[in-house]
């Protein structure tokens, strides 16, 4: 190499050392972010040329659409179905940063998105960082062949031979809340007393789960405190909202790396996973521990965390790693507990604000006489107006609201925040979606299906689908369960509905909830015991208002009180 060509090659490695050392960090940053900047230009660009152009409402706000209004709402069934009226079964909200999601309110639209879950529609990648933070790679989090495994390895555990076997969990539950209201009657003096049935529901959910899901006694029924109820209840807060915490998860939601920032959210979650990380690792070591010395030894355990050991020893499509095990069991445990929970509560308060259905359904509960067994639970016909009071609460109650909504509220000290559980979910490909019926684009046309391009998001609003008035009729609002019994009571349109029993409230397709037959049974046991002891009432007449207070679910509170407290009067049943 000659010495003119060396010094041309030291001249041109000095000059790029000068440019690296003449560049800062925030340069960097600032080439990294333009870089993302485009690519996220050139996809919306892609999006926007091959998805459908629908209307949809205005965005409320210059940055976050109409998001932060959804965000804050208690209750975004009405909010949705209010645009839909206005704009059709499919339409745009505008999100963060002049993004776009579309919704679903159409019955057929909806049997096409849930055929194609966790394949074509996929969790965003905001939402698989949130699961993956606060329970870790379970079967929330996991989709495709990963979802599949996970769902087979832990289906046994809800079959209904094993569910058959744990009925006696519920009513020992539902049997221990009638001796304690007994117990608070007696020491009021009187036949009746006001008792804080949230309060009592979340003991029996946490309970049941304990002995019926890992066989474990919490006793909060008993009087025990529990570290993980703890956890839960100091997140029903009606705190004021930081609009901080509000922007980093709105942020989040289109910039995944917001959630690592450490705001009261971001802690509070941190919180929740090492609670439940916690005592998932305790109950999973008990049960390893017992093996090992033999006490399970020849026993078939029909335990979720049963199952889920014995998963870890099989090969193939049913074998889940010990991680695997651990994040299953976090979701579970608090799936159990906050779901049936709510459930519960909004049962009892419907009950207390229709005395004629109460009193039907005791008259039901007192002529079948003996408390039901497990296969008599599960049918429709042995006590139906049981059935038609349970599937009336699931339908205008769902406990999980929406799928691009599905908030908890993740407090610490003063703050109570929400952060999405099971966010809209986005194609993987390209797609078209059958309608039912036409809706209108903003040019005016009239369409009988949509266009969406890959990384669309997609929204699936339970509750408005649950209680619309253009799928179950004039009297969708209404809780009247006579409809579940007579011959056309179940509008045709509902009927189109693919999920269980017409509703969406467990979901469908290959994200249908695992542990539906568990919850209804558990209602079904729990109201069985509570109805044919106790008469419900408000608390202050049957006027009471009842309004939504946002806790991890939207839960039901008295108009005006802080909290997520919700006090009846109870009173003996004369004769029983």
Known sequence: MSSTTSTVYTAAYDNLLAVYRSTSILSVLAGIAGVLVLRGTLRAARRKLKTTSLRGPPGAHPIFGASKDLFEAPDTGEIFETWAEEYGVAYEVPTSFGGKKIMLCDPRALAHYYARETWTYVLTDSTRVFLERGFGKGIL????????????????AFSHAALRKLAHVFYNCAHKTKAGWDSLIDLSGGESAVIEIQDWMNHISLDTIGM????????????????????????????????????????????PVFSYIPVSCVQSLTDMQATLSGVAKKLLDRMEKEKKDGVIDGKEDKSIIGVLIKATEAEGERHVTPDEVLSSMKELLLAGYIT????????????????????????????????????????????????????????????????????????KKSYSFPLTIMSH?????????????????????????????????????????????????????????????????????????????HLLTFADGPRNCLGKGFAVSEMKAVLSVLVKSFVFEMRDGPNTQVELCQGILPRPRIVGEEGAAMPLRVTRHEGF
């Open 141 to 156: 989090w996991s989709h495709g062949e990963d979802h599949k495994r996970q769902r087979k390895s832990l289906s046994p």
């Open 212 to 255: 019926a899901g890992f066989s474990h006694e919490f006793g909060s029924l008993d009087g025990k405190p529990a570290t993980i109820q703890k956890v839960f209840s100091a997140f029903d807060t009606s705190a004021k909202q930081s609009f901080i915490d509000i922007a980093v998860v709105l942020f989040a939601d289109v910039f």
């Open 340 to 411: 049936t929970s709510n459930s519960l509560t909004w049962t009892l308060v419907e009950l207390a604000r229709n005395p004629d259905i109460q009193s039907k359904l005791r008259d039901e509960l007192l002529a079948f006489g003996s408390e039901p067994t497990y296969d008599q639970l599960q049918s429709s016909l042995t006590l139906p107006y049981l059935d038609a009071v349970v599937h009336e609460s699931l339908r205008i109650h769902p406990p999980l609201t929406d799928f691009v909504r599905v908030v908890s509220r993740l407090a």
């Open 425 to 501: 979910s986005q194609a993987t490909e390209d797609d078209v979606i059958p309608l039912s019926e036409p809706v209108i684009t903003k040019s005016g046309q009239a369409i009988n299906s949509i266009s969406v391009a890959r990384g669309t998001k997609i929204g699936l609003p339970l509750a408005c689908i649950n209680r619309s008035t253009a799928i179950w009729g004039p009297d969708a609002k209404v809780f009247r369960p006579g409809r579940w019994l007579e011959k056309d009571g179940i509008p045709k349109k509902a009927q189109d509905v693919q999920g269980y029993r």
